[in-house]
């Protein structure tokens, strides 16, 4: 049978386990996939503690496969699909969980591997990358204009702070001291998080921000509103709804759609954005991949590779 790393229960890593799962089967709108590689994200271990999306209700079937994102080879095609062949390459989110070695993915969040990108590089795009890109574009602040991002370390902070710089913006990237070298190596002028970001933020632009795209939440958000005039231009993925809101800004709006997935599979071709992967491990070893992001120290991406 297929193996998969799930959780068996909520709780902690004590809950994990590399099972057997039957092989699923496609249905409408969904394509097969024989996963080649997997991008693991906060979410993953999150979910496993029992952690709720907005609006999701029930309790799961355990065990529960990890994983939203990955790349692989397709072997079969539901009900409805077009655009995509046995055989293909492709890459997108996960109906089931894609720290395995088959998984389905929805059609309409699916895109094709471009030549000369790796099931690797694609495979980390769907969640972070792709989260990224979507606040960018729904901030829509004209090139030239002054961007701050929170969490500009982490996954979906990475990405932002690269596409950014390619739609033509300066940015300031607040994150640990730790992280200095590694955000401005991406392209931003580096403010260290903590108490009193928003004073460290004016010293580091004067003439203020225009946007800020916020990935942490918390008393972070609450500094980080000060610093704008027009609240409208702050966002958040890191936040509840009500807490940006009460604030005058939004949550992040995911487009969740294979063009948003192409754009950014073609930022990664052009050279604007690097997904930045810094581990890599088998399925075999999945749990040391989930303590990487959990531990919350990592620098950019971490990708399991499937059958490699």
């Known amino acids: 049978m297929p193996k998969a790393y799930a959780y068996t229960r909520y709780g902690g890593p004590e809950t994990e386990a590399l099972v057997d799962v039957d092989r699923p089967s496609p249905g409408p709108g969904q394509v097969l996939v024989a996963v080649r590689a997997a991008g693991v994200n906060p979410i993953d271990w999150k979910l496993r503690t029992g952690f709720r999306r907005p609006g999701e209700t029930g309790s799961p079937a355990f065990p529960v496969v990890f994983g939203s994102e990955a790349a692989g080879v397709v072997e079969e095609i539901g009900e409805g699909v077009t655009g995509f062949a046995v055989g293909d390459a492709v890459f997108g989110n996960t109906v089931t969980g894609g720290y395995a070695e088959y998984a389905l993915l929805p059609a309409a969040v699916t895109a094709h591997v471009p030549d000369g990108l790796s ?10 990358a792709a989260t990224a890109y979507d606040g960018i574009r729904q901030l829509g602040l004209p090139a030239g204009a002054t961007l701050l991002v929170t969490g500009a370390g982490g996954g979906v902070g990475v990405a932002a702070v690269q596409i950014g710089r390619a739609f033509g913006l300066r940015v300031v990237g607040a994150a640990s001291d730790g992280k200095k070298d590694f955000v401005e190596h991406l392209g931003a002028v580096h403010v260290p998080s903590g108490p009193d970001l928003a004073a460290r933020v004016r010293a580091a632009a004067p003439d203020g921000v225009d946007g800020v795209y916020d990935l942490v939440g918390g008393d972070v958000l609450e500094e ?19 807490d940006v809101e009460r604030l005058g800004g939004a949550r992040v709006v995911r487009a969740r759609t294979t063009a948003v997935l192409d754009e950014v599979a073609r930022l990664v071709e052009r050279g604007d954005l690097d997904p930045h992967i810094t581990q890599r491990f088998p399925l075999e070893r999945a749990g040391e991949a989930l303590r990487a992001v959990e531990d919350g120290h990592a620098r950019g991406k971490v990708v399991i590779e499937v059958g490699v």
Not at 122 to 128: G, M, N, Q, S
């Open 119 to 128: 099931f690797a590089h694609t495979a980390v795009l769907p969640v972070a």
């Open 224 to 242: 980080a509103a000060t610093l704008l005039t027009d609240r409208s231009k702050l966002i958040t993925a890191g936040a509840s709804p009500q």
